[in-house]
C-alpha cells in the first residue's frame, strides 16, 4: 500500500496545472534556502552528515528513542490520512515533515512538566507515552476515546501525560500554558510548561497576551514556534511583515532562538537549554522552528491550489527522518537491517490497534450529557428524556457512516 506521503505527492503532481506561478527546479532550490536562513541554529548538514566536532554525543538510548519516536509519529500520520481517505474516519490532521520539532522538544521533557499543543503534534503524544488505541479512538469518536467521542478528531486528551487537551481556536493553549507556568513558579514546583503554535498563531492575540504575562511574570515557559510557511493557504510573507518570527522575542524581553526545524538534534538542543534556563528560575524562551509542511493542512485540504510541487521536492530532499537516520548510521548505531524491523513492528503494532479500535462501540446517547453538570439542569433533563425517546424510536445505533466525509 502506498504511504499517506506518496498518496500526497500524487496527487500534488497531477493537479500541478492548477497552480499559477510556476517555480523551476533551480529556483525552488533557492527559496528553501532562503527560508533556511543561515541564522539558524543547526548541528547536521542537511544529508545528514555532522561535523563530529559539533557532534553533541548524546546518550544512545535517547538517540534511538528520539527516532522511534520519529518514525512512529510519520507512521500514526500515514494510518491516519489513509483511514481517512478510505471513508473510515471523518477527518485528519497530519504533520508531515514536522517529526523532528515534535519529538526534538518532547525529549526535553521531564514527567513533572506540562505540554500545551496545537492539533498538529501527534508526536508529542506518542512520546508522552499516549496510548495508540485512545487516539485511534478519538480519531473513530467511539466510546474507546477518553473524551467519549465529544470532542473533534485529532483533538487528543490525556491529563495523565499532562498534555492539555488540544483546542481549535489557534494559539488558545499559550496562555493556558503560561497561567500553569505561573501556577509553577507561585507554588516553586519547578515544572515548566511548553507550548505549541503555528506561524499563524503567532497573529493572535492569545500569542501576544501569552508572551506579554511570561515576560512581564518570567513564567518557567518555553514557547515552540512551529514556522510551517503556511497557514491553511496564508503563505508566511502575508501574516508578518517581520523578517524573522524569533525577532518578536525581543519585544516580550525574553531570549529567542531559530532552529532548523527539520534538524533534531538542534531542535532537542535549544530546547533543552531554554527548558533548563525556565527550572532554573531565568524565565520564558522562544524558540522558532523553521520547516515547511510536507502535507495538505489537513484531509479537507487541497495544496497543489496554492504551492508548487517543486517546493516540495526541494523540501523531501531535507526530509528530517532521513536525515536523522543518515546521521545514526554514520554513527553505526543504525543500519537497513534495524530500519526494516522497526518498520514492520509499527505497521504491525498500528494495524493491531485500528482493527481493536474499530470493534469499539459507538458512545451511548446518554454520553451527550455527562461529565459538565454533577447535576442535570431542568432543561437537559428534559432534553435528554426527548432524545432517548427518539434515540428508541430510530433505533440507538443508527448507522451514521453516510455522514462522512465532513
Ligand atoms: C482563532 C482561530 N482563527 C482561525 C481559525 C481557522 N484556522 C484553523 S487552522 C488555521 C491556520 C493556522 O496556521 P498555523 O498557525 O501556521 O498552524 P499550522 O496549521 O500551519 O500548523 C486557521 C486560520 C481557527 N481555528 N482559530
Ligand atoms: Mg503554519
Not at 513558579?185 to 501569552?210: L, M, P, R
Not at 527550572?279 to 495538505?296: A, K, N
Not at 524491523?341 to 469499539?360: D, G, I, M, Y
Amino acid at each position: 500500500m502506498e504511504s499517506g506521503m506518496a498518496v500526497m505527492k500524487k496527487k500534488t503532481k497531477s493537479q500541478s496545472t492548477v497552480t499559477s506561478k510556476k517555480t523551476g527546479k533551480a529556483e525552488a532550490e533557492s527559496a528553501v534556502k532562503t527560508v533556511l536562513r543561515s541564522d539558524c541554529f543547526r548541528i547536521m548538514n542537511e544529508d545528514g552528515s555532522v561535523d563530529l566536532k559539533a557532534d553533541p554525543k548524546l546518550d544512545k538510548t535517547l538517540l534511538l528513542n528520539i527516532y522511534r519516536h520519529m518514525a512512529l509519529t510519520r507512521a500514526f500520520d500515514e494510518r491516519g490520512m489513509m483511514l481517512q481517505r478510505q471513508g473510515r474516519i471523518g477527518f485528519y490532521v497530519p504533520s508531515f515533515g514536522q517529526e523532528a520539532i515534535q519529538i526534538g522538544t518532547a525529549a526535553t521533557l521531564e514527567k513533572r512538566d506540562w505540554g500545551f499543543p496545537s492539533y498538529r503534534e501527534p508526536g508529542l503524544f506518542l512520546y508522552r507515552g499516549a496510548d495508540i488505541f485512545s487516539m485511534l479512538c478519538n480519531l473513530l469518536g467511539n466510546s474507546g476515546d477518553l473524551c467519549k467521542g465529544r470532542q473533534m478528531p485529532v483533538h487528543y486528551s490525556f491529563s495523565k501525560l499532562k498534555l492539555f487537551s488540544v483546542s481549535s481556536p489557534i494559539a488558545t493553549q499559550l496562555i493556558q500554558a503560561v497561567g500553569v507556568a505561573m501556577a509553577s513558579k507561585i507554588s516553586k514546583t519547578k515544572e515548566v510548561a511548553i507550548s505549541y503554535c503555528g506561524d499563524g498563531g503567532t497573529s493572535e492575540n492569545d500569542f501576544h497576551s501569552g508572551l506579554t504575562f511570561a515576560g512581564a511574570y518570567q513564567a518557567p515557559a518555553v514557547f515552540i514556534i512551529t514556522n510551517n510557511q503556511y497557514a491553511i493557504s496564508v503563505p508566511l510573507s502575508k501574516q508578518t511583515g517581520a523578517k524573522r518570527l524569533v525577532d518578536k522575542a525581543v519585544g516580550y524581553g525574553m531570549p529567542g532562538v531559530a532552529v532548523d526545524g527539520n534538524d533534531v538534534l538542534a531542535v532537542y538542543l535549544a530546547t533543552k537549554e531554554a527548558v533548563d534556563r525556565a527550572r532554573r528560575g531565568d524565565g520564558p524562551t522562544l524558540i522558532e522552528c523553521v520547516t515547511f509542511r510536507m502535507g495538505p493542512h489537513s484531509s479537507s485540504d487541497d495544496p497543489s491550489r496554492y504551492r508548487d510541487e517543486k517546493m516540495f521536492q526541494a523540501w523531501a530532499k531535507r526530509d528530517p527522518i532521513k536525515r536523522f537516520k543518515n546521521y545514526l548510521e554514520t554513527k553505526k548505531l543504525w543500519d537497513e537491517k534495524k530500519e526494516k524491523s522497526l518498520q514492520e513492528e509499527l505497521k504491525a503494532q498500528l494495524a493491531e490497534a485500528v482493527e481493536r479500535a474499530e470493534k469499539q462501540p459507538a458512545p451511548t446517547l446518554e454520553d451527550l450529557f455527562d461529565d459538565v453538570f454533577s447535576e442535570l439542569t431542568p432543561q437537559l433533563k428534559k432534553q435528554k428524556a426527548e432524545l432517548l425517546y427518539e434515540g428508541e424510536l430510530r433505533g440507538k445505533f443508527e448507522n451514521t457512516s453516510e455522514a462522512f466525509p465532513l
